[in-house]
């Protein structure tokens, strides 16, 4: 297998040497094509670190020989999605300076070539980063329990965190736990960079590829999943009323590292397991999408860093009423239930609205259901 893999690339480089460009491409999207359909066959679990390698070292020469091929604009837009495709499909376990090279140089390529679609100076949210609490306090549904607060201090608190943990690892808020990040509106900076759309497009070019999702809600019989360019998901979902969609659970930084930048992994995810990296994923959409309730095998700590967004908890021990049958059952997604908050006895659940800064801890041992609701003046009951 590996000889063969050497064999391949050999050709390939044979035929660029030649100057046959139209074999290299060939040969190149040959091989490419062979390696996804491998990624694509397996649980993205069972795939080895060496089929994974192989298909970004594919990837990279399928870019090169793209580009080495034709300059025009779609060829570089295809070249680009292919480097990208690397990243998100494949993680790009090797090469990735190398990928990152390629992507820049195709970039300058490509802005020789686009006009702006994109005005400047759109924001996310009109709101104001002089917070009010008046709305901290607001329950959904009138004899619901609130999810406990804590002052600020409680975020780097972790002798009391870790009490808490082993005893009785309840969710909590902390109110501004975030709120001198970069990223984040708070009542101490006029801008949020995360509110500006400028800001993401000088970070993310708006034809790199992001993986998005469509529809409100993912238990929706119409939801699916999509690739696209950042410039469409901007466009025709975040400033469009056409489509819902959103970029979910995502690893961005993986993708645009220069945006970790811009955040501050919280002290308390390190409490339980110091040793291990904590797994960061990024969360992008318009109001009122929808995350029915649903489980995840490891605690959460969630960051709101523009906009709000309702929780409504309910403890495992509980979750029969989450899957009684006269009020709905997935039985796909065995994490997932379809059953909506107000079906669930108010003294059965907890909620609560975070917004810019704030922070949401919620154990492993609680299913929660979330809705972004943008803003306040936008909410919806």
Known sequence: MVV????IIERIHKHIMDGDLNAADQASAMYWTHCKDLLQTLPYHQ???????????????????????????????????????CIIVAGAPVLR???????????????AHMEKAIQPGLRLTDETCKKTRQWQHQRIHTHARL???????????LDWFMTHQAHENTPFIIRDAASDWPASLSNNQDQSLWNSVDYWLSHIHPYRTVPIEIGKMYTDD???????SFQSFLLDHLFSDTETAYLAQYDLF?????????????????????????????????QNTISPFHQVPYDNTFIQVIGYKYFCLVEEKNKHILFKDDLGLDTIMVNTSIVHPNDVPDELKMEGIVG?????????????????IHSLEKQTH
């Open 97 to 111: 300076n190398l990928i990152d090279d390629l992507i820049n140089h195709i970039l300058v390529l490509i802005d």
């Open 254 to 286: 993986r993708q645009f590292p220069a945006l970790k930048k811009d955040f501050y992994v919280p002290d308390l995810c390190f409490v339980k397991d110091s040793a291990n990296p904590p797994i960061e994923n990024v969360w992008i959409g318009p």
């Open 222 to 228: 119409s939801w699916t999943q999509s690739l696209t």
């Open 47 to 85: 795939v080895s670190t060496f089929d994974r390698a192989k298909y970004t070292v594919a990837a990279c020469i399928r870019a090169h020989t793209l580009i080495a091929r034709d300059l025009d604009i779609d060829t570089l837009k295809e070249a680009l999605k292919v480097l990208d495709l």
């Open 147 to 157: 999810i406990p607060e804590h002052p600020e201090s409680f975020a780097t608190d």
């Open 356 to 372: 810019p800064g704030d922070c949401l801890y919620i154990p492993v041992s609680h299913f929660t259901h979330l809705r972004y």
């Open 4 to 7: 063969s893999f050497i064999m």
